[in-house]
């Protein structure tokens, strides 16, 4: 059973175009992240959930929409691609946030070019 | 912003040899935690290490942590060519909300 999933794992499209990364947690953590790996590896968080709610937005454009329908989804919907998107997009959880917060799980990844 | 700094950038070794890694941090924290990333998968959690402690092991790992530096070390002892991947630090952010992570060290552990 894989702890954090996330699809699609990879994702081509044109400049301009709107697509969504899902990402579903079966470990029964409050929070979840959205985190982006540059070309040079560097890691940035984007967006952290508690219980669906929104606790973290990194100065990320608002084409980046996340969504939380439940405490173990969190998707990543992107609208009007640029090239400058491209990257790899990271799902995590963790059991909990603020003072507390451990070890983050993360999700395989979902590698996005924009062409 | 960016909290950690991993040193070296890239570290290369033949199998056997120990491996050590730093990083450096900016604030207060409440703990500190490393990071393995192979290629094209996701982060794994390695070790997390208090402020109150000094040291921390785990199999072949061993870190340690100088808050007065604001600085950790990871050092993977008798490395095999399976460690051969990126290692990352990170810390609390400044809210303590989520973790922080460093430009992270490439290691090649050559057989």
């Known amino acids: 059973d894989t702890a954090v999933s996330q699809t699609p794992k990879y994702l081509v499209t044109q400049m301009g175009n709107d697509k969504s990364i899902k990402c579903e947690q079966n470990?029964?953590?409050?929070?979840m992240y959205w985190y982006k790996q540059d070309s040079k590896k560097f890691l940035k968080i984007m967006f952290s959930?508690?219980?669906?709610?929104?606790?973290i937005n990194e100065t990320v454009p608002n084409r980046f929409s996340p969504k939380s329908p439940d405490k173990a989804h969190l998707n990543l919907h992107i609208n009007s691609l640029e090239l400058g998107d491209s990257a790899v997009y990271f799902c995590?959880?963790?059991?909990?946030?603020?003072?507390?917060?451990?070890?983050?799980?993360f999700g395989e990844g979902s590698r996005l070019t924009v062409l | 912003s960016q909290q950690g700094e991993e040193d070296p950038q890239a570290l290369s070794i033949q199998e056997g040899e120990n491996a050590t890694m730093n990083c450096s941090y900016k604030?207060?924290?409440?703990?500190l935690q490393w990071y393995r990333q192979n290629s094209g998968r996701g982060l794994v959690h390695l070790i997390l290490?208090?402020?109150?402690?000094r040291e921390k092991h785990s199999g072949r790992l061993r870190v340690t942590l100088d808050t007065s530096k604001k600085s950790s070390s990871l050092l993977i002892t008798a490395s095999r060519a399976a460690d051969t991947a990126s290692y990352f630090c990170?810390?609390?952010?400044?809210?303590?909300?989520?973790?922080?992570f460093g430009k992270g060290t490439m290691l090649l552990v050559s057989p």
């Open positions: 990170a810390t609390p952010n400044s809210g303590y909300s989520t973790l922080t």
């Open positions: 604030t207060s924290i409440n703990n």
């Open positions: 959930y508690n219980n669906k709610e929104l606790i």
């Open positions: 290490i208090r402020s109150n402690e």
């Open positions: 470990l029964g953590h409050d929070t």
């Open positions: 995590a959880s963790s059991l909990r946030t603020g003072a507390n917060t451990g070890e983050l799980f």
